[in-house]
């Protein structure tokens, strides 16, 4: 019962973001929306921020989920791009509203998960130490969530197909490269 009433709630606040920015969404307006007491949202979340924080951290467990490999990261990105394409308003409202805190640990999480996974498979039997695959995994994460932050920024126009294309050509090849390299740096 209480999942279903988190999930009225999370959708009463994605309506509510096609029409205004997060900041300007109060506890009233999705209680309203949403046929609810305000008490029976603070029974659940502490404010229409950590709402937010909840949706993206919710729904973004579910998106990676058989796509952490070398061989599906591609498969990965695609439903990172396909998510935001979903929820466009929600995103533009959330991100132009000053709330980018919300978006960005969302982003960069999924994306150093799906990276990792990545990593960590390229990685097996190597000399490469933790940190120096967190070190790689945290360099991908930043270009991969710096395309897609700028994708966002420019009003998602390019087909997420030929960005996804793009990232494989840059990424083919070199991750098992820059893992040897720090291998080898390991072993010397």
């Known amino acids: 019962m209480a999942q279903t009433t988190k999930r009225a709630i999370a959708a009463s606040l994605k309506?509510?973001?096609e029409h205004k920015p997060l900041n300007k969404i109060t506890v009233t307006d999705i209680a309203k929306d949403c046929r609810i007491s305000r008490h029976t949202f603070y029974y659940h979340f502490r404010d229409v921020y950590d709402l937010m924080e909840w949706i993206y951290r919710t729904e973004g467990e579910r998106l990676?989920?058989?796509k952490r490999d070398y061989d599906n990261w591609q498969q990965g990105m695609a439903a990172i791009f396909r998510y935001i394409q979903e929820n466009q308003a929600m995103v533009r409202n959330g991100l132009h509203a000053g709330s980018r805190d919300y978006l960005l640990p969302y982003l960069y999480q999924r994306t150093y998960e799906l990276i990792f996974a990545v990593v960590e498979e390229r990685s097996a039997?190597?000399?490469?130490?933790?940190?120096q695959k967190d070190f790689i995994t945290n360099f991908y994460k930043n270009a991969f969530a710096g395309v897609v932050l700028d994708w966002v920024d420019s009003g998602m126009e390019r087909d997420p197909a030929e960005i996804i294309a793009d990232l494989a050509l840059l990424v083919r090849g070199q991750?098992?490269?820059i893992v040897e390299k720090f291998s080898r740096e390991a072993q010397a």
């Not at 039997?125 to 940190?131: D, K, L, Q, R, Y």
């Open 15 to 17: 309506r509510l973001l």
């Open 64 to 66: 990676l989920e058989g």
């Open 125 to 131: 039997g190597t000399e490469v130490s933790p940190a």
């Open 175 to 177: 991750m098992a490269d």
